[in-house]
């Protein structure tokens, strides 16, 4: 079975805070994760990828993998209201040639 | 012109018609996707191509059929589709598909109504 977890929220956070989204995932044999942006009504925008245990930063967003608690997280620093949207997890699953995608979490960012 | 485009953006059709949503992708990817997507679910993978060959198909019914003239242009085409296909509909493209490590790009999504 092949499946991606994330809680659907809303998380709210107030402005300029630190927004953490979580994301677990079924099998260990698991190598890619990316994560999405979809703002409401909006297509999926991709964020970050990370392929490696251990954190990977680029701007106010960094991801964190840990394969072996086969979990990975997003932070998004000093959090805007632009960042209010939902964040979807993908992963390929088992190392598998597809993505799966989790729910999503919808962030609020409130000024 | 943006990396993947979709038409029409908004499309109602009765439980009889026939229509076609069309996908273009301008980045020179060789792997093309439909997915989707309904509210309070995760996206669900429709179809794959991969070199204009279809690689997977996720026991989507035969009322949706998709069609991949070249590695740029990808169709799904509509036939007496019923009311729980009232979705949004999302092309995406990556670079290969081999392995899963590549990104997936997407394009804005049909929004499709069935009445």
């Known amino acids: 079975q092949k499946e991606v977890e994330q809680n659907s929220g809303p998380l709210s956070v107030p402005e300029g805070a630190i927004a953490s989204l979580n994301c677990t995932y079924s099998?260990?044999?698991?190598?890619?994760f990316f994560w999405y942006r979809q703002y409401s009504g909006k297509s999926p925008e991709l964020i970050m990828s990370?392929?490696?245990?251990g954190d990977k930063e680029d701007g106010r967003f960094t991801a964190q993998l840990n394969k072996a608690s086969q979990y990975v997280s997003l932070l998004i620093r000093d959090s805007q209201p632009s960042d209010s949207a939902t964040y979807l997890c993908a992963v390929n699953i088992g190392g598998y040639s597809t993505l799966t995608f989790g729910k999503g979490t919808m962030l609020l960012v409130s000024p | 012109e943006t990396g993947v485009t979709q038409t029409p953006r908004h499309l109602v059709m009765g439980m009889t018609n026939k229509k076609s949503l069309k996908c273009e992708q301008h980045?020179?990817?060789?792997?093309m996707y439909w997915y989707k997507q309904s509210a309070k679910k995760p996206l669900e993978l429709m179809f794959v191509y991969s070199l204009e060959e279809r690689v997977e198909n996720n026991s989507v019914p035969s009322r949706f059929s998709p069609e991949c003239p070249n590695s740029s242009h990808l169709f799904l085409h509509l036939h007496t589709l019923q009311p729980e296909d009232s979705a949004l509909y999302l092309c995406?493209?990556?670079?290969?598909?081999?392995?899963?490590?590549?990104?997936?790009?997407f394009g804005d999504g049909t929004r499709l109504s069935i009445l």
């Open positions: 990370i392929y490696s245990n």
């Open positions: 099998d260990r044999g698991s190598q890619s």
């Open positions: 980045l020179g990817h060789n792997a």
């Open positions: 995406a493209s990556s670079q290969e598909m081999t392995g899963g490590n590549q990104p997936q790009h």
